[in-house]
């Protein structure tokens, strides 16, 4: 089998014609009695970062995927006229230089420009690797890879860098991305340029440059704080991948990408009730984003999470009324009272697994009391479930607004609450409740319910995949977007 390599004159042509003009449609190599064929150049990478300083001396490049040990750089900053003002055509790496990593590089600034000149930046990445494609019967052409990236100094790239940590192929996942400048004072040590972002022009791209679905929780560029949501459509097991959060570009191409109902595997705030969504024993309220439960009441969905899953809810607890539940572990001088119980999974056959939280009653004060609730839907908890009731520590927070937490994974079902702090998808953040091991029999589904007392409100509700541990997010400093071509 004859395989041809490109000559050092087409690769300097090629590199020429990437320069100047861009694009690179087609390499198309003649032999002569042998035959003919085409051959795309393929850019090595599709998307990344780079950063000088004011005195255009220095700076950081950023990639999006990795790049090989030989691997040439060059680095050319010009200004609206297009004049080069800065360049450097010596890197070439030693070593793998890994997506998301930052490699720092000296620039040659022969006329001490500065960097409020620089109007766009040109990045030419040569790969020692070829895409080798099969042209005319056994002929096959080797092509060095070879990208252009492009970068003006209006849009802008922080890269962020997301690890898998848990030994399971991620699908769909969605990743909490706070954003932190608060205490940093320093514009050049920043994460974002607070100064530009807002949340009309910015979008997220994974390391091919594809758009991502995403929901803004927190953008506060006063205080310098964002928070964002961004489903990750795909996650290797002990792998990871660098999305850009970019922005200063308008119109904004993908803002439809904005989306909260395709971030997360369910979402409701309670506008009105949706029967769609959930079932019910009995009929219940909803007035001014505000679910309503009274004691004898409770919900569920409708659909089902898989069996790893986290639910993150909005809930003001409300007291049980006394009412004794006779299936617990009762005496003949205390009871137990359930109030509102949290089903964290329900199995196909709708056994409901959950938290059941209230008072135990016949001492001289009322104590707090909660423990694992178990029962069939639709019944009423009392006529075929168990509730193991006791008094041990912590306890929940009742009557004022709290954030409820409940996770499912590998059968260990773990309840949460924290009664303050605007990250409510930091599960660090919460105190551990309750953990129970429960059976599982496949997918499961959630609800909320009242047995007594009350009444108790939510707010909101919302369910992701989730995985023990998450995965981890790095983010790096603000940075201007390079585009790469040839576009694959």
Request: hydrophobic share 35%.
């Amino acid at each position: 089998m004859r395989k041809l390599r490109l000559t050092s004159a087409m690769l300097a042509l090629v590199l020429l014609l990437a320069t100047l003009g861009l694009a690179v449609p087609s390499i198309n190599v003649s032999v002569q009695e042998i035959g003919v064929g085409a051959q795309k150049v393929v850019s090595p990478v599709l998307q990344g970062s780079i950063w000088f300083n004011t005195g255009l001396t220095s700076g950081e490049l950023v990639f999006s995927n990795d790049l090989p040990g030989g691997t040439k750089i060059y680095v050319m900053l010009y200004d609206s006229g297009g004049n080069l003002l800065a360049y450097n055509y010596t890197i070439q790496l030693t070593t793998i230089l890994s997506a998301g990593s930052v490699l720092r590089y000296s620039l040659n600034n022969p006329a001490g420009a500065t960097r409020s000149q620089v109007s766009y930046a040109h990045v030419v990445v040569l790969s020692p690797e070829y895409e080798t494609t099969l042209v005319s019967g056994n002929i096959h052409v080797n092509t060095q890879k070879l990208g252009l990236g492009v970068s003006d100094t209006t849009k802008f790239c922080t890269p962020i860098t997301i690890t898998e940590n848990s030994g399971n192929t991620l699908y769909n996942y969605s990743v909490e991305i706070v954003i932190d400048d608060s205490a940093t004072t320093n514009p050049e040590l920043w994460k974002l340029d607070w100064n530009i972002v807002n949340g009309s022009s910015l979008y997220f791209t994974d390391d091919n440059d594809r758009p991502l679905y995403f929901w803004i929780q927190q953008l506060d560029t006063n205080n310098r704080i964002a928070v964002f949501w961004v489903n990750i459509p795909y996650l290797p097991a002990n792998g990871k991948v660098v999305v850009c959060l970019n922005y200063g570009v308008w119109p904004n191409p993908y803002n439809k990408y904005q989306d909260l109902y395709k971030v997360f595997l369910f979402v409701d705030d309670f506008n009105t009730f949706n029967p769609d969504a959930w079932d019910s024993n009995s009929q219940v309220t909803v007035n001014n984003g505000i679910l309503t439960l009274n004691g004898g009441q409770w919900v569920w969905t409708k659909q089902n999470f898989g069996e790893h899953y986290a639910v993150h809810m909005l809930a003001y607890l409300g007291y049980e009324n006394g009412t004794q539940f006779k299936n617990a572990p009762n005496t003949a001088k205390r009871y137990y009272s359930l109030g509102p119980f949290i089903m964290g999974y329900i199995s196909p056959s709708d056994v409901a697994y959950s938290e059941g939280i209230g008072g135990r009653y016949g001492g001289i004060f009322v104590q707090d009391a909660k423990g694992e609730l178990t029962f069939t839907l639709p019944d009423d908890p009392d006529s075929n479930g168990y509730w193991d009731a006791s008094i041990s520590s912590p306890q929940y927070t009742w009557n004022q607004w709290t954030y409820l937490t409940v996770t499912l994974y590998n059968g260990n079902l773990v309840f949460y609450q924290k009664t303050s702090g605007w990250n409510w998808g930091n599960i660090s953040t919460y105190i551990k409740m309750s953990s129970y091991t429960v059976t599982i029999s496949g997918d499961g589904r959630i609800g909320i319910g009242q047995w007594s007392g009350g009444p108790s409100y939510y707010g909101w509700i919302v369910v992701r995949n989730y995985v023990d541990p998450e995965p981890s997010v790095s983010v790096g400093y603000w940075y201007y977007q390079l585009t790469f071509y040839p576009r694959t």
